[in-house]
């Protein structure tokens, strides 16, 4: 009679295992995939997670024909290139704008005081070490008191303290030779101060920054005796973040 019963229970597991597997739905081709390109992603995704390939290619590809629309307008003489690519706030592309600029300016003195004074006078532009050295070159051809102003300018917006102390040295050299009688010794001392305050804080402690310093502390003491109607006070201005100390006489 056991027997029977065990024989029962057992025909009846297997009679309900037959009829749930015929009951499941079975994976045919047809069944539903995901878009190509897409990845699943957990109920719980990070936020932060990187944006789909496809949308980085066309972001990065925007980026470039922005950059060659710039340039492309650099290259025709348009000024505001530059504003546009200084309000991108990335530097890479104004520097690419401006060294376009810059090279259109070769061989043409006219474009080349144009731009400059675009730098010199633009809230916000900076200029480069090839911009200040090509005005330098032309400023040596026809010197005068705007134009040194705008050397200077654009030889500290360059970020370059050497190409900076060129400026200097050379300003200064031709003031004492007597070709820059309009400006006073004062007035020009003033102006080498004030500029050196437009170089980065990078600029300002390297290396070469430190030189300039040096430069600085003895354009003042050359300045003196001329300056406030023949003062000779070597301490009419502070040093220079405290660094360039004057020597004694």
């Given at each position: 009679?056991?027997?029977?019963l065990?024989?029962?229970?057992?025909l009846?597991?297997?009679a309900?295992y037959?009829?749930l597997?015929?009951?499941?739905?079975?994976?045919t081709?047809e069944?539903?995939?995901l878009?190509p390109?897409?990845?699943?992603?957990g109920?719980?995704g990070?936020p932060g997670?990187?944006?789909?390939?496809?949308?980085?290619?066309?972001?990065?590809?925007?980026?470039?024909?922005r950059?060659?629309?710039?340039?492309?307008?650099?290259?025709g003489g348009?000024l505001?290139?530059?504003?546009?690519?200084?309000?991108?706030?990335?530097?890479?592309?104004?520097?690419?704008?401006?060294?376009?600029?810059v090279?259109?300016?070769?061989?043409?003195?006219?474009?080349?005081?144009?731009?400059?004074?675009?730098?010199a006078r633009?809230?916000?532009l900076?200029?480069?070490?090839e911009?200040?050295?090509?005005?330098?070159?032309e400023?040596?051809?026809?010197?005068?008191p705007?134009?040194t102003?705008?050397?200077?300018r654009?030889?500290?917006?360059?970020d370059d303290?050497?190409?900076?102390?060129?400026?200097v040295?050379e300003?200064?050299?031709?003031w004492?030779?007597?070709?820059?009688?309009?400006v006073?010794a004062?007035t020009l001392?003033?102006?080498?101060e004030?500029e050196?305050?437009?170089?980065?804080s990078?600029?300002r402690?390297?290396g070469?920054?430190f030189?300039?310093?040096?430069?600085?502390a003895?354009?003042?003491r050359?300045?003196?005796?001329?300056?406030?109607?023949?003062q000779?006070?070597?301490d009419?201005?502070?040093?220079?973040?405290g660094a360039?100390?004057?020597?004694?006489t």
């Open positions: 009679m056991s027997a029977i065990i024989i029962s229970v057992l009846a597991f297997a309900s037959a009829i597997r015929t009951r499941r739905s079975q994976s081709p069944a539903e995939q878009p390109g897409v990845t699943p992603r109920l719980f990070d997670e990187a944006e789909p390939s496809d949308g980085k290619a066309a972001r990065e590809n925007h980026e470039k024909l950059a060659a629309e710039l340039r492309g307008r650099a290259a348009d505001g290139a530059l504003r546009e690519a200084s309000e991108s706030d990335d530097p890479a592309l104004y520097r690419y704008v401006l060294d376009g600029l090279g259109r300016c070769a061989g043409d003195a006219g474009q080349l005081r144009a731009l400059s004074a675009y730098v633009g809230d916000g900076r200029s480069s070490p911009l200040a050295e090509m005005l330098l070159g400023w040596r051809r026809n010197p005068a705007d134009s102003a705008d050397l200077l654009v030889s500290a917006l360059s303290a050497g190409t900076f102390g060129r400026a040295t300003v200064l050299q031709l004492e030779d007597g070709g820059l009688e309009e006073g004062e001392r003033s102006l080498f004030a050196y305050w437009l170089l980065s990078e600029a402690v390297s070469a920054g030189i300039l310093k040096q430069k600085l003895d354009a003042r050359r300045l003196a005796p001329r300056a406030r109607g023949g000779t006070n070597t009419a201005a502070p040093p220079l973040d360039a100390q004057e020597e004694s």
